[in-house]
């Protein structure tokens, strides 16, 4: 469940008058929604009256990787962020065919035309490169796609 639905059940647990129970609101940013319940409060008791068109309970929450899902939220949206998103991914093919060709051709190469220290650079190099792809594609996936945390453990 998301945040702002955990809140919400919280506070239908403990009854709109008490909402101040189920949030936490210290920073001036907070103000409006204060401002917002005092005058849901004043007006309407707390709380909308739907009548019997609904029945009160809250719809159920979408999965988290849906409500956190920052590419079809943001990227697909941001001209930066797409191009970012196709230069960071073509970088990271680039890094995975370095690393592919890199073993070919030492396993291509005769015996002798090439020595031990070249060969153990190039293995090296490769070994980097696709350590390097793997870690683009955590930080790809990451920063542009899903990433999950809770700010309660922050």
Request: charged residues 15%; aromatic residues 10%; positive net charge.
């Amino acid at each position: 469940m998301g945040g702002s639905c955990l809140t919400e059940l919280k506070i239908t647990d403990i009854g709109p008058s008490n909402w101040q129970r189920a949030c936490f609101v210290p920073t001036k940013a907070d103000a409006l929604v204060v401002a917002f319940r005092k005058w849901l409060r004043k007006y309407s008791g707390g709380q909308v009256n739907f009548g019997t068109k609904y029945s009160g309970l809250l719809p159920p929450s979408p999965p988290k990787e849906q409500l956190v899902d920052r590419y079809r939220s943001h990227v697909l949206n941001c001209n930066s962020c797409r191009v970012a998103v196709k230069g960071l991914k073509a970088l990271e093919v680039a890094l995975q065919v370095i690393s592919v060709a890199s073993i070919g051709i030492i396993a291509a190469i005769k015996q002798g035309m090439m020595s031990m220290a070249t060969k153990s650079v190039v293995v090296s190099m490769a070994v980097l490169c696709f350590a390097a792809s793997m870690w683009l594609s955590h930080f790809i996936y990451k920063t542009f796609y899903f990433h999950d945390y809770n700010h309660a453990l922050r």
